[in-house]
């Protein structure tokens, strides 16, 4: 079964310094692997998502992700954050048993930004 | 466009009652997907509806029920609530049950079970 692991629970980082956030998947084929962002009270909005092709991916806000097959990572990056950005991440794998686009989320990540 | 709506925002219900929660899709979309998350937790896949037809389910109880109208809206219903049922739970739009459509989130339905 597909599954999406964010060793990181909680992350601190100043604002205006470089922040990656941690992702790892299981999955049988070609993983179709999203990040999402979730701020209190907000649903979850979709910042940038991978299917094929070129492995660095840009997204929204500034941020980019890159897949690494051999690794199962998909990372995300932001060079220079930005308190807004704190809020909620979830990495998630697509596809896979029981659903066509079907998301099987990680635990998330919370990121807190010290002014 | 509107986007994905839910209602009610908030709900307080007692063990063993009975709720139904309610998702208007984006316009155009087809596809309705119903996620549970828990405090702490990533969103859980409960099951998806494409044109009135459930199309995949999660690893959730039958009691865990839905149903998609003509327009598309969605409704999930859960009987014989249990208190581990509290959680925020959210429905994503998408154009069709395809893996690369983009789902839409709305901003959810908190539940609390007491």
């Known amino acids: 079964a597909q599954s999406v692991t964010q060793p990181d629970i909680h992350i601190t980082v100043s604002e205006g310094a470089s922040l990656e956030l941690r992702c790892n998947y299981s999955?049988?084929?070609?993983?179709?692997l999203f990040w999402y962002v979730q701020s209190p009270g907000q649903g979850l909005q979709l910042l940038l998502k991978?299917?094929?092709?070129?492995?660095l991916v840009q997204g929204i806000k500034g941020f980019e992700a890159e897949f690494k097959r051999s690794q199962s990572s998909f990372n995300l990056r932001k060079p220079s954050v930005h308190w807004s950005d704190a809020a909620e991440y979830f990495c998630?794998?697509?596809?896979?048993?029981?659903?066509?686009?079907?998301?099987?989320f990680g635990t998330g990540t919370q990121l807190k930004v010290e002014l | 466009e509107t986007g994905v709506t839910q209602s009610p925002t908030h709900l307080i219900k007692t063990r063993g009652q009975q709720v139904t929660l309610r998702c208007s899709s984006q316009?155009?979309?087809?596809?309705v997907s119903w996620y549970q998350q828990a405090l702490g937790q990533g969103p859980q896949f409960i099951f998806q509806?494409?044109?009135?037809?459930?199309?995949g389910r999660g690893n959730f109880p039958p009691r865990f029920s839905g149903l998609q109208f003509p327009n598309y809206s969605s409704e999930l219903n859960v009987n014989a609530l249990e208190l581990d049922d509290s959680a925020l739970y959210l429905c994503?739009?998408?154009?069709?049950?395809?893996?690369?459509?983009?789902?839409?989130f709305g901003p959810g339905t908190r539940l609390t079970v007491l």
């Open positions: 994503a739009s998408s154009l069709d049950g395809t893996a690369y459509n983009e789902q839409f």
């Open positions: 999955y049988g084929a070609t993983p179709y």
């Open positions: 991978y299917f094929s092709g070129d492995t």
């Open positions: 998630a794998v697509g596809g896979g048993p029981g659903g066509g686009n079907k998301l099987t």
């Open positions: 316009s155009g979309h087809n596809t």
């Open positions: 509806y494409y044109r009135e037809e459930e199309n």
